[in-house]
């Protein structure tokens, strides 16, 4: 089975931009991987904010966009806002049958 | 609205089964392929299993083959998590959540392996 990696941990600034990496052992990451991001915070589900590598549901703040990045998916966040703090997974399919999760991000904004 | 229900979490122990539900309101589940994901405490997110729209494709992890057990019911709106051979490193919240882009999530079930 794949293996995902995220960077552990990152901190921004309240306003500024971060982006958070999602990178597979079988190599580049492609639209086909369907990339989806999620944000959860302490005692809750997971929340999806980002699927098929960029696309938002209508809860997903505009400062939160994906894309892919040197072989890699990514999450941006522009204007980091306090309640962005949170645990962010990355979740790569691989032809649909098998889904591998990152290892999560721990996202400080400080 | 759109929404799952997990259930049928609780403690047992290890070598014995649980099975868990996953309730489906607000939408045509028979239409969705679905998944089970879980989340041991303090630690990330695992993916566990899918199952096509009509139950005939099925594929789990690695972690979980061959001792759990994806099933639905789409006449009853639900999805099942047969878990046999339990292990203490099963102890969990398990999530259901629905394929198309992955939303829902359920609120989770914990299940607990222990002795």
């Known amino acids: 089975q794949a293996v995902v990696t995220q960077e552990p941990s990152l901190t921004v600034s309240p306003g500024g931009t971060v982006t958070l990496t999602c990178g597979s052992s079988?190599?580049?990451?492609?639209?086909?991987?369907?990339p989806y991001w999620f944000q959860q915070k302490p005692g809750q589900a997971p929340r999806t904010l980002i699927y098929?590598?960029?696309n938002k549901h209508s809860w997903t703040p505009a400062r939160f966009s994906g894309s892919l990045l040197e072989g890699k998916a990514a999450l941006t966040l522009s204007g980091a806002q306090p309640e962005d703090e949170a645990e962010y997974y990355c979740?790569?399919?691989?032809?649909?049958?098998?889904?591998?999760f990152g290892g999560g991000t721990k996202l400080t904004v400080l | 609205q759109v929404q799952l229900v997990e259930s049928g979490g609780g403690v047992v122990q290890p070598g014995r089964s649980l099975r868990l539900s996953c309730a489906a309101s607000?939408?045509?589940?028979?239409?969705?392929?679905v998944h089970w994901v879980r989340q041991a405490p303090g630690k990330g997110l695992e993916w566990v299993s899918v199952?096509?729209?009509?139950?005939?494709?099925?594929y789990y992890a690695d972690s979980v083959k061959g001792r759990f057990t994806i099933s639905r019911d789409n006449s009853k709106n639900t999805l099942y998590l047969q878990m046999s051979s339990l292990r203490v490193e099963d102890t969990a919240i398990y999530y259901c959540?629905?394929?198309?882009?992955?939303?829902?999530w359920g609120q989770g079930t914990l299940v607990t392996v222990s002795s």
């Open positions: 959540a629905r394929d198309k882009w992955f939303d829902p």
């Open positions: 607000g939408f045509t589940f028979s239409s969705y392929a």
């Open positions: 199952i096509s729209y009509d139950g005939s494709n099925k």
């Open positions: 079988t190599g580049t990451v492609t639209s086909g991987h369907s």
């Open positions: 098929d590598t960029n």
């Open positions: 979740l790569l399919s691989y032809r649909g049958a098998s889904w591998v």
